[in-house]
């Protein structure tokens, strides 16, 4: 069991997928034929004449996404109508016989370099106006068409699929060559990592309301991953309540995690993708949700061991909608006024601890009533360890007393010890403050050697 556990330890992530936790929380763009027709799903009979924006400029979108500290933007190039926005040599149905006849891809690739901005692509597989779709020759048109994306837009940090598999125009399903399609992209653009249910370097996160687990493991059995149709909360996936058992004495749900993992371990953490709007598509009468659903996703997701892919969709004239603009003020705005300036802290790691339990004391020039969130960040390069942690106020004389409990770290944890949306905030203040003034850090279980690079306080 030891040699288990220090096998599951040392599953440590690829190049790109650290690339891809630096990116952190960046935009999903929905634009195409659904965007004219008022739809979600076109059916791929679509006239090519109806895409015709009448002020598209992908330097509106890029502006905006920077502003809000997004790092990245993937764009729709195809989505499930089969409907292109780069002129393809492959197909008549794209941009090339529009009213808008621009290479819309090229453009927001363009915009995203000239604001410092990734730039990816998501090419649906499911596309139901391909008259070759539902037989091997649907491969060959799909792998052209992502060698032109691979080839001809700059550097891509993504590339995205999603697990839609209906019927193309002939009534006929596709079975997708996804080794042949990974094996397109890996030689044509190693750093990017490529997002699908299962991975292979990122997976979905189970639902597409922003939710993660309690436990976001990026370490999980290779076996579930290949088969992740998760939904949402805590799943095998998790793989919570099996690993954490093997310590214990449940001798069940050991035996039940040395048969999961006997296929390998993987590192595959997960996205979480959301719309701003009910839908991925811009719909006139849709409205942004609200600052502070958008603010739980936020600390949610990029504080729970995933990132955030948010769903921005331009609207008929090919522009962000004022209404999301603001909106992602808002949200910068909070961002701001919440994470903006950490709180001056002292740390020291406590040279007695276990290296699989250490214990960091968080010295503040302040009392801890005065904090907000505790950020922590695992070394994510060894691999992720920590399944259960507590963080406790300490005063000068050493009473404890405690603040918060947890299970995973990983990249990042955002642990929120106030509400900053919750009206009880408003009469505690009134509360005299609290006579710690330091906060200990404890990890309580662990998979092996633990050290947290960050501990940052809000
Ligand atoms: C899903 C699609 O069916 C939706 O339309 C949307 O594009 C979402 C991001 O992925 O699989």
């Not at 004449?49 to 500290?69: M, R």
């Not at 339990?357 to 009392?367: D, G, H, M, R």
Request: hydrophobic fraction near 35%.
């Amino acid at each position: 069991m030891v040699d288990f556990l220090k096998q599951v330890s040392e599953v440590v992530p690829s190049k790109r997928q650290l690339q891809w936790f630096d990116t952190g929380f960046y935009a999903f763009i929905h634009f195409g034929m659904n965007t004219f027709t008022d739809r979600e799903w076109g059916d791929g009979t679509e006239d090519e004449s109806l895409f015709a924006p009448k002020a598209l400029d992908c330097e509106q979108w890029a502006k905006t996404v920077k502003e809000a500290g997004m790092k990245g933007m993937i764009l729709t190039a195809k989505h499930h109508d089969g409907f292109c926005l780069w002129p393809s040599k492959y197909t008549e149905h794209c941009v090339k016989n529009a009213p808008c006849k621009r290479d819309v891809v090229k453009e927001a690739a363009d915009a995203c370099r000239k604001y410092g901005l990734r730039f990816g692509v998501y090419l649906s597989p499911w596309d139901r106006n391909n008259a070759s779709y539902g037989s091997p020759a649907y491969n060959d048109y799909y792998c052209h068409q992502l060698e032109e994306l691979l080839t001809g837009y700059g550097e891509l940090f993504c590339v995205w699929f999603d697990g839609a598999c209906g019927e193309g125009p002939n009534g006929k399903k596709q079975e997708y060559d996804f080794d042949r399609y990974i094996a397109l992209i890996r030689k044509y653009q190693p750093n990017a990592v490529i997002f699908f249910e299962q991975g292979p370097d990122i997976r979905w996160c189970g639902n597409e309301a922003g939710k993660v687990r309690v436990s976001e493991w990026a370490v999980i059995p290779s076996e579930i991953g290949k088969r992740a149709k998760v939904q949402t909360g805590p799943g095998p996936l998790s793989t919570e309540g099996t690993l954490a058992h093997i310590h214990n004495t449940d001798r069940n749900l050991g035996m039940l995690a040395s048969i999961l993992y006997s296929k390998g371990l993987t590192f595959l953490p997960a996205e979480v993708d959301t719309s701003i709007r009910p839908g991925w598509f811009w719909h006139e009468k849709e409205e942004p949700k609200s600052v502070e659903t958008l603010f739980r996703i936020y600390v949610g997701s990029v504080g729970g061991n995933t990132c955030l892919n948010l769903n921005i969709p331009p609207n008929r004239d090919g522009l962000l909608d004022e209404r999301d603009i603001q909106r992602l003020r808002e949200l910068r705005d909070t961002l701001d006024h919440e994470f903006g300036s950490p709180l001056l802290a002292v740390i020291e790691k406590r040279p007695d601890a276990y290296p699989s339990q250490p214990e960091y004391v968080v010295k503040l020039t302040k009392s801890v009533s005065e904090v907000k969130y505790v950020e922590l960040r695992e070394e994510i390069e060894k691999g992720q360890r920590v399944e259960a942690f507590k963080i406790e106020a300490m005063t000068p004389q050493g009473s404890r007393f405690p603040l918060y409990q947890g299970t995973t770290i990983g990249n990042r944890k955002i642990c929120m010890l106030t509400d900053p949306f919750a009206e009880q905030n408003r009469l505690e203040e009134k509360k005299p403050a609290s006579p710690a003034t330091s906060l200990l850090v404890r990890v309580t279980a662990a998979r092996g050697e633990v050290s947290l690079k960050e501990i940052v306080v809000y």
